[in-house]
């Protein structure tokens, strides 16, 4: 059974950093693409970060370029965001996805929806101005 359960939302000044995790279970977390997701209030949801299998290449859209950055560790089936100069508009319900097997080679946008087949719950993040 896939699961992806983040951790590491919490409240921030603007400015201000956090980090956050999803730990991975129930598939062969190294073989899989992998994104970060958000959902502000009032809004539809938005890819913000997508990595590949082995961390080498990443996407980012342009309103987080520069302040956020993915990662993943393969050999404790973990993936990172580490989120930098935030901002109140950064205020939002985070994601971590699996991308669906062999979706980056559809030669669709790396932050549609629907590339992704598993979701997990989202944590929090509230940015004060």
């Known amino acids: 059974q896939v699961q992806l359960v983040e951790s590491g939302g919490g409240s921030v000044q603007a400015g201000g950093s956090l980090k956050l995790s999803c730990v991975a279970s129930?598939?062969?977390?190294?073989?899989?693409?992998m994104g970060w997701f958000r959902q502000a209030p009032g809004k539809m949801r938005e890819g913000v970060a997508r990595?590949?299998?082995?961390?080498?290449?990443?996407n980012y859209p342009d309103s987080v370029k520069d302040r956020f950055t993915i990662s993943r560790d393969n050999d404790n089936n973990t993936l990172y965001l580490q989120m930098n100069s935030l901002e109140p508009d950064d205020t939002a319900i985070y994601y971590c996805?699996?991308?669906?097997?062999?979706?980056?080679?559809?030669?669709?946008?790396?932050?549609?929806?629907?590339?992704?087949?598993?979701w997990g719950q989202g944590t929090h993040v509230t940015v004060s101005s």
């Open positions: 996805a699996r991308a669906r097997w062999g979706s980056a080679y559809s030669g669709a946008s790396p932050f549609a929806e629907a590339q992704y087949d598993y």
């Open positions: 990595i590949n299998t082995v961390g080498s290449v990443t």
């Open positions: 129930g598939f062969n977390y190294v073989h899989y693409y």
